[in-house]
């Protein structure tokens, strides 16, 4: 079996609830529900959906760099949003990272997300198949 690495954001709810921003089993990378949030647990961007997904697929990269991988290894993202009328904000700042790689995706309206201040909420799966 592979080696398990794993990184951390530093947002507060990882060590409450018990995960890890981003865990690497050999050659798949799974990247939590990211957000905008910040190290002291506030929100950037508040009310503006295109500057939080910006920020939460900043998230993303940072944890793919840090497990030896780049958005092109991005093969499938799931977004969150708390309102799907702005989907063409998120879309756009998806589309910004990801036009070219096209992974698989879905977006989702849901009711809420852990702080009220969050609009967006991204997942990331990749897979590495070089060795970096």
Known sequence: MSRRQRTSSGAPWEAIVGYSRAVR???????????????????????????????????????LTELGARPEDVIRTRIYVTDITQWGAVGR?????????????SMVEVAKLIHPDMLVEI???????ETR
């Not at 910040?38 to 990269?61: C, F, N, P, S, W």
């Not at 990272?97 to 698989?104: K, V, Y």
């Not at 997942?123 to 198949?129: G, N, P, T, Y």
């Open 25 to 63: 089993a050999g050659q798949m990378i799974c990247v939590s529900g990211s957000t905008a949030a910040q190290a002291d647990g506030t929100v950037a961007h508040v009310g503006d959906a295109y500057g939080q997904a910006k920020a939460t697929l900043e998230v993303i990269v940072r944890a």
């Open 93 to 105: 700042a998806h589309g910004e990272l990801f036009g070219t790689i096209r992974p698989a995706t």
């Open 123 to 129: 997942e990331a799966d990749a897979m590495v198949f």
